[in-house]
């Protein structure tokens, strides 16, 4: 019996779930502002320490988070990016103009993609160019990347430096071709993927799980038209959905300095992520009862007023630590279906992990989201059931006031992640895991006086996920969860 008040939280220990992939908390590295190029590539020659060109720092910071996997090189930039720009020697590669009027200086093209996914120790997720590329494009790349030898194209990477091949474990055919990819319909995209899926040579053990660009947001017309069409052909379709405070593309709301009417609306525009992923589940589940294809989320996060320092640029507070939370249990809550998501980006673009200037370097509180987190890779779901939720009301905006989610971890322990939505009332939580007498939990809390606290170059640690611990009594936890906090602990049973 819980008192008055509280919030209770019941987890089923003993009725394990699906494994939340490791690929959820994958990443998304685009040529895009100062995404790769200063964020994290700044060159052999340059006085910031690197390590064949990529930044020591972010690559250090990077590692602390598990990346799993990348997605690269876009995006929309994938969509008018040629492969053969970015081999062979630095220095005689082109420079080019993309769609978003970047110009690539195409430093960082295969070779130097891949040092950096072994310094992550991640997998890659290559984006191919449907847009403005070709079938032997295409075909040529897979099977430079992949081929072991006996082919002109194995040769020429090894004369590239690399004799052998690079692990390709995810390749995507285009990106948002019912946009920026090439203003498409569905069914002819189905058709063209199926012609470019076709002709991608690579050796049978080698060969990368395909991936189909799907739909945007809502719109679920594509994940219709791909799941009928391409059964067999592909492990995925995507789907990208941003979250706009204001919900207007037009004036999105300020990253920083914003009332709580956007905190509000961001959180609850961020949690449509769960109707969304169930409509397209729902047309999956009538196309595919096998369960073969899966909902790959490869661009979400949050979408301000940019900036102005570099395309897409913008500042990272605690609400995109909750808004990071709050999806990663949706992802969690559908892990069946839900096998890879990529956060839009990784360094200085959108929802970014990391912001640099220069030499400097600042962690956001999204960052510390994602290594809160880490114990939930590859973790199995645990059922989870919330009874006298309270919920936070502003407006005509009614939200859940606790989101929750665990999972048994590789280690063996129970980890509970908590969010409250609250921006002013902390919240009383109990917690029993059904069988096990818990003893305590103990972890780390994300929080902050300010709705918009964040970390600048000036004052880097203003915001980072300090220790916490609590006790239980006759086997259950009694949790204080902080107003406007994401936290994670790991239950001593
Ligand atoms: O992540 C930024 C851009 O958003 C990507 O290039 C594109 O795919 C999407 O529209």
């Known amino acids: 019996v819980f008192a008055a008040g509280q919030v209770s939280i019941s987890i089923d220990a003993g009725k394990p779930g699906p494994v939340i992939n490791k690929n959820v ?10 995404g790769v190029y200063e964020g994290m590539w700044v060159g052999p020659k340059s006085n910031i320490p690197n390590t064949r060109g990529w930044r020591n720092d972010v690559v250090g910071a990077l590692k602390e988070l598990h990346v799993p996997l990348v997605r690269w090189p ?34 960082v093209g295969t070779h130097e993609f891949f040092d950096l996914i072994d310094m992550l120790g ?14 032997q494009e295409m075909s040529d790349w897979v099977e430079y990347m992949t081929s072991d030898g006996g082919s002109p194209l194995a040769r020429l990477r090894a004369q590239n430096g690399r004799e052998k091949p690079f692990k390709v474990a995810y390749f995507g055919i285009g990106n948002e071709l019912w946009g920026c990819g090439g203003n498409m319909k569905p069914d002819y995209y189905a058709n063209l993927y199926s012609n470019y899926e076709h002709f991608l040579r690579a050796p049978e053990k080698a060969r990368p799980k395909m991936i189909a660009s799907g739909g945007s947001g809502f719109d679920t017309a594509w994940t219709q ?10 492990i995925g379709i995507t789907v990208h959905q941003y979250t706009v405070p204001t919900g207007n593309w037009d004036v999105k709301g300020k990253d920083l300095g914003f009332k709580e009417g956007e905190w509000i609306s961001t959180l609850a525009n961020t ?28 661009e979400w996060g949050t979408w301000y007023d940019e900036e102005g320092r570099s395309a897409l640029f913008q500042q990272n507070s605690l609400r995109d630590a909750l808004v990071a939370a709050l999806n990663f249990h949706i992802f969690h809550q559908h892990a069946e279906r839900v096998p890879l998501t990529t956060i839009a980006q990784m360094v200085n673009v959108l929802q970014a992990m990391i912001l640099t200037d220069k030499e400097k370097m600042v962690l956001t509180p999204t960052y510390y989201a994602f290594q809160m987190y880490v114990p939930f890779q590859d973790a199995k779901s645990l059922p989870l059931a919330i009874k006298d939720n309270t919920s936070y009301t502003l407006g005509a905006v009614t939200i859940p006031g606790v989101s929750a989610s665990a999972a048994r971890a590789k280690d063996g322990k129970v980890y509970l992640s908590l969010v409250n939505t609250d921006p002013s009332k902390a919240v009383d939580v109990a917690v029993d895991v059904a069988g096990t007498k818990v003893k305590g939990a103990a972890g780390k809390v994300l929080t902050s006086a300010a709705m918009d606290a964040h970390n600048t170059f000036q004052n880097p640690q203003a915001i980072k996920p300090a220790a916490f611990s609590a006790g239980a009594a006759g086997g259950k936890l009694s949790i204080k969860v902080p107003a406007k906090a994401v936290m994670v602990v790991a239950l001593e049973e």
């Open 25 to 34: 908390y994958g990443q998304f590295a685009e040529h895009l502002g100062t």
């Open 74 to 107: 876009g995006g929309c930039f994938a969509d008018t990016y040629h492969w053969r720009d970015g081999i062979g020697p630095q220095d005689t590669r082109p420079s080019n103009v993309h769609g978003s009027n970047v110009e690539a200086i195409n430093a």
């Open 122 to 135: 991640a997998d890659a997720y290559i984006n191919g160019n449907v847009g403005t590329g070709s079938v």
């Open 225 to 234: 038209a791909l799941s009928k069409e391409l059964k067999g052909r592909t």
């Open 271 to 298: 949690m449509k992520m769960d109707q969304l992923v169930k409509d397209h589940v729902a047309v999956l589940d009538k196309n595919d009862p096998e369960k073969k294809i899966g909902l790959m989320i490869d």
